[in-house]
């Protein structure tokens, strides 16, 4: 077989995770893992030289540093991946995407900014007539999530309404928040503030985020939890849907607490990017917030936590109602130090760069829920211990 080189942008949390799985599973002869701040992708390799070695596996690791700002650079470090990961914050996906297109090379990233996206599939011809593929919101959600809702609407032959129930919880929630950050704190204040697009009556609608909520119950350790819209979950999926869908909802989940407190910070302009004098200076609030929040929600201790995705579509199949249900929990990983978060969107990541090295997906700027085939995509998750349950109930009229 084939081994390919791989260039993961990033070393947190999830760029490390990523990396790790392409090493373990991707057919990779080389990983390079590239990141902003000195050390950082050293002490990456480091972390996945000391997993790898368990495993008795032998690839060929670099690391280096990395402004992707730095334009030249980031293209010079691109050319002759066989895939690349970009796992920096959303703003700067859109030039790496058309640096990849530049120099001819496949590319996804974690996503999770609706309008981000949608100006990178505006790039799809460029990059079909570059013979690349580029497949935008490859994380736990979007991404994970948006795979399973397409598995679960297309379980349904003729779909009329999906719901999904989406997050990432600390199996120890404690005040004030009741939750743990497990990736970037800016992906978690955009959630909150940013518009989330669903479908009503069979049009595309841009709702308020902390709205909407219900109460769910999930299996044992977690009970009864908050779900309410949370903005970037849903990504393209109702926009791409839309023809087909009449009701479309994404929501996140969340211990009770959270959402009281979180909404309490926002009602007080702490969610504003407005800038404010203090003193002589301008300040951003949001930026404020994220930088006392960080260290609060990161904690000193790592996060167990458990990543759920529930989705339901109901439809009809030959005039009689039916019900999709698809279930899936992951839990942290006590062997490796892995959180079920850093699982769940640096292996989706490193899922689809491999898809891409072998050149299973179809050229051009493609949205998730179109590119990656969900059959295929379950048995790689059921490849790394992260089974899928499904099922197709018949509904009967009360």
Same mark, same amino acid.
């Given at each position: 077989?084939?081994?390919? $080189?791989? &260039?993961?942008?990033?070393?947190?949390?999830?760029?490390?995770?990523?990396?790790?799985?392409?090493?373990?599973?991707?057919?990779?002869?080389?990983?390079?893992?590239?990141? =902003?701040?000195?050390?950082?992708?050293?002490? =990456?390799?480091?972390?996945?030289?000391? $997993?790898?070695?368990?495993?008795?596996?032998?690839?060929?690791?670099? =690391?280096?540093?990395?402004?992707?700002?730095?334009?030249? /650079?980031?293209?010079?470090?691109?050319?002759?991946?066989?895939?690349?990961?970009?796992?920096?914050?959303?703003?700067?996906?859109?030039?790496?995407?058309?640096?990849?297109?530049?120099?001819?090379?496949?590319?996804?990233?974690?996503?999770?900014?609706?309008?981000?996206?949608?100006?990178?599939?505006? *790039?799809?011809?460029?990059?079909?007539?570059? /013979?690349?593929?580029?497949?935008?919101?490859?994380?736990?959600?979007?991404?994970?999530?948006?795979?399973?809702?397409?598995?679960?609407?297309?379980?349904?032959?003729?779909?009329?309404?999906?719901?999904?129930?989406?997050?990432?919880?600390?199996?120890?929630?404690?005040?004030? *928040?009741?939750?743990?950050? %497990?990736?970037?704190?800016?992906? @978690?204040?955009?959630?909150?503030?940013?518009?989330?697009?669903?479908?009503?009556?069979?049009?595309?609608?841009?709702?308020?985020?902390?709205?909407? &909520?219900?109460?769910?119950?999930?299996?044992?350790?977690?009970?009864?939890?908050?779900?309410?819209?949370?903005?970037?979950?849903?990504?393209?999926?109702?926009?791409?849907?839309?023809?087909? @869908?009449?009701?479309?909802?994404? $929501?996140?989940?969340?211990?009770?607490?959270?959402?009281?407190?979180?909404?309490?910070?926002?009602?007080? #302009?702490?969610?504003?990017?407005?800038?404010?004098?203090?003193?002589?200076?301008?300040?951003?609030?949001?930026?404020?917030?994220?930088?006392?929040?960080?260290?609060?929600?990161?904690? +000193?201790?790592?996060?167990?936590?458990?990543?759920?995705?529930?989705?339901?579509?109901?439809?009809?199949?030959?005039?009689?109602?039916?019900?999709?249900?698809?279930? *899936?929990?992951?839990?942290?990983?006590?062997?490796?130090?892995? +959180?079920?978060?850093?699982?769940? %969107?640096?292996?989706?990541?490193?899922?689809?760069?491999?898809?891409?090295?072998?050149?299973?997906?179809?050229? #051009?700027?493609?949205?998730?829920?179109? +590119? &990656?085939?969900?059959?295929?995509? &379950?048995?790689?998750?059921?490849?790394?211990?992260?089974?899928?349950?499904?099922?197709?109930?018949?509904?009967?009229?009360?």
């Amino acid at each position: 077989m084939t081994a390919y $080189r791989y &260039v993961v942008l990033g070393a947190g949390r999830q760029g490390t995770a990523a990396a790790y799985d392409l090493a373990l599973r991707g057919n990779a002869k080389e990983v390079l893992i590239l990141d =902003a701040v000195p050390g950082r992708a050293q002490t =990456a390799v480091r972390w996945i030289h000391s $997993r790898l070695s368990r495993a008795n596996v032998v690839v060929d690791l670099a =690391a280096g540093s990395l402004d992707v700002r730095d334009s030249e /650079g980031l293209r010079d470090q691109l050319r002759g991946a066989d895939a690349v990961i970009s796992a920096v914050p959303y703003e700067f996906n859109l030039d790496v995407t058309r640096a990849a297109i530049d120099i001819g090379v496949n590319l996804c990233d974690l996503g999770g900014h609706p309008e981000t996206t949608s100006q990178q599939v505006e *790039l799809d011809a460029e990059a079909r007539s570059g /013979g690349i593929t580029v497949v935008p919101d490859c994380g736990q959600a979007p991404g994970m999530a948006t795979t399973l809702m397409t598995l679960a609407l297309r379980m349904v032959p003729t779909p009329e309404t999906l719901e999904v129930w989406d997050g990432g919880l600390p199996l120890d929630p404690t005040p004030p *928040l009741f939750y743990r950050l %497990t990736f970037a704190i800016e992906g @978690l204040t955009n959630e909150y503030d940013g518009p989330c697009y669903n479908l009503r009556n069979g049009e595309l609608v841009a709702l308020e985020a902390l709205t909407e &909520v219900q109460t769910v119950d999930f299996p044992p350790p977690l009970g009864r939890l908050d779900a309410f819209l949370a903005s970037g979950t849903g990504a393209t999926f109702p926009k791409t849907f839309q023809p087909v @869908l009449r009701e479309f909802t994404s $929501r996140v989940v969340r211990h009770p607490g959270h959402l009281a407190a979180i909404r309490l910070l926002k009602s007080l #302009g702490l969610f504003s990017l407005e800038p404010v004098r203090v003193g002589n200076q301008l300040i951003v609030p949001r930026r404020v917030t994220e930088r006392l929040l960080e260290p609060l929600l990161v904690g +000193s201790e790592p996060v167990r936590d458990i990543v759920v995705v529930r989705v339901h579509c109901v439809g009809s199949d030959g005039g009689a109602g039916v019900r999709a249900e698809v279930d *899936l929990m992951v839990h942290y990983d006590e062997e490796l130090g892995l +959180s079920a978060m850093q699982q769940c %969107t640096g292996f989706d990541a490193a899922i689809v760069a491999a898809m891409l090295a072998r050149g299973e997906l179809k050229k #051009g700027v493609s949205v998730r829920e179109v +590119s &990656v085939d969900p059959h295929a995509y &379950v048995r790689e998750l059921a490849a790394r211990g992260m089974n899928v349950e499904h099922r197709l109930l018949q509904l009967h009229p009360v």
